[in-house]
């Protein structure tokens, strides 16, 4: 796709669809009616507000993955339940390759004609996973504490120690809330809610709270042309930063929730990488006013045209093939070249989609053009965005449910750890840090990789590289990953190995050798720890 005069492409190219369709380790099951969800109430989770069974298939459910269908038998189908109040509940352990049950009532069966449908929650997850990203998250969140209470409350430094826990307190709040673990998610609330008392005349508060507050009504869209003519329904909410366009197939609601999550990200962001470092010599280049734009319209071609078209003035390619395999593809993303220059973000709304994931990898990519590359239309640094994408999905989410090239099927998730556990069941940190570490390219070939000749190891590196500098490296991390988008053009690794080695204060040695080394002992001691005893 070609944008028109109002628009151009960034990037490169948009986001090429979803994750691929893979063997889903966490599922979802939803009753037919309310009476064949009874027996199960004590199990039943909140989810996306539904009531639910969570939990990864022990007996009777198989995946076909060719079709992309869930089978299921009629009689009994047994599961290994989620705990909504418990994450570090796991009701099954690992001995000899083989998951067993801990006792207790862990396990459920599920008769299958009370089924209404089974669906994948988590593809690349299992409960064992997330209970050892949970305890991460716990022992983070200590650190912080510690971190700030060796300042005298009131200083200012206290002030920012404490933002970075408040923000690390809503990025835990909402993975539990994303995943499966409202009752936890509500505990945390709590928590959230007395650390705010100890900071109440803190400025950063304030600013999120006027940014929820400027997310405004719906309202519906009539100047589309003949689009509405077909049945289909359009409308936008707008606050702040960010603004959603969709269709009648997400709620008000489902809406409203994701401008929430929008406005979160972004100050989460500004409070991690942004406040602490501020000076002369580190400007904050976010926009006061719109970020990002998402369009989530309907699966049907010809009004995902006409409203493209319509709406947003785009321009198509001349060349017959080339607009029919972008015009298909599940989303794509542009950048506006003129007005406030936003980010846009365009998917076709199908059933298996994550809206909450494509909002959070969208921003990823949106906070890294404002931020990284201070909101400059020209260069890129893929490897980068991509980063800050899963950085954020994983943060948030704890997942990452959106991939911006043709993903190739990934054999991680498959390789036999200890004792016979796949990769995958130490949860997504552990496998993409494993896959990092195993095949990831070295710095300076990372670097000049372009999106459409990265694969999996690629991003696993991009994002482990990514959150070692997020982690650990502070202003200096900040401004040494800003420098990769000052030096992006011709000549671009050499001027970037002379700005890193002024940063890392580096000389008589290779520079990116140098960071490779300093990450790779990060990944082997520190990210692994999503928990190795659950």
Known sequence: MIASLSLRLALGLGCLGLARPAHGQIYGVWFKTENDARPYRKHLTRFRGEQVLIGEPK????????????????????????DPGDPSAVPYQWKNGERTTRGGKGVVSVTGTSIQKIQVIDRDNSLLGLAREYQFRLASLDVLRKERDAFGK?????????????????????????????????????????????????????????A????????????VGGVDAAGAKFFDVQSRHVRITYCHLLSHDRVRELMVLAEKLIDGFQRDMIDPFLGDDYADTLPGGLVTEFYFGPDVTTLHEA???????????????????KLNSPGNRFRFSTGDKRFLDYWRIKESQDPEGIVAHG??????????????????????????????????????????????????????????????????????????????????????????????????????LYD??????????????????????????????????RIFGVAGEDVFQRVDDLWRDYAERTQPNAGRSP
């Open 59 to 82: 007996a009777g459910v198989t995946h076909d993955e060719a079709a992309q269908k869930i089978h299921y038998s009629n009689g009994a189908n047994e599961f290994f339940v989620a």
């Open 154 to 210: 009131g200083d200012a430094a206290w002030f920012t120690a404490h933002g970075r826990l408040l923000s690390a307190l809503e990025r835990l709040q909402q993975w539990l809330e994303n995943t499966m673990f409202p009752d936890a998610a509500e505990r945390v609330l709590k928590e959230i809610a007395k650390e705010r008392k100890l900071a109440a005349r803190d400025a950063a508060q304030q600013r999120l709270k006027t």
């Open 212 to 223: 929820l507050d400027t997310i405004g009504r719906h309202r519906e869209l009539t100047d």
């Open 307 to 325: 409203f493209l078209v319509n709406h947003y003035k785009l321009a198509w390619s001349s060349d017959p093939e080339d607009k029919n395999r």
């Open 363 to 464: 921003l990823g990519h949106a906070l890294s053009g404002w931020h990284y590359h201070r909101g400059r239309l020209g260069g890129s640094q893929p490897w980068l965005d991509e980063g800050v994408g899963y950085h954020l999905s994983f943060g948030y989410l704890g997942r990452n449910s959106v991939t911006c090239f043709e993903h190739r099927k990934a054999d991680y998730a498959h390789n036999p750890g200890p004792e016979g556990e796949k990769t995958v069941d130490f949860g997504q940190r552990a496998a993409f840090n494993g896959l990092a570490l195993l095949r990831g390219p070295s710095l300076d070939v990372l670097a000049m990789k372009t999106l459409f000749a990265m694969k999996d190891e690629d991003l696993a590196k991009a994002w482990s």
């Open 468 to 501: 070692w500098v997020a982690t650990t490296q502070g202003k200096r991390g900040q401004q040494w990953l800003r420098a990769a988008c000052d030096a992006s053009g011709q000549g671009f690794l050499g001027k970037w190995r002379a700005s890193s080695e």
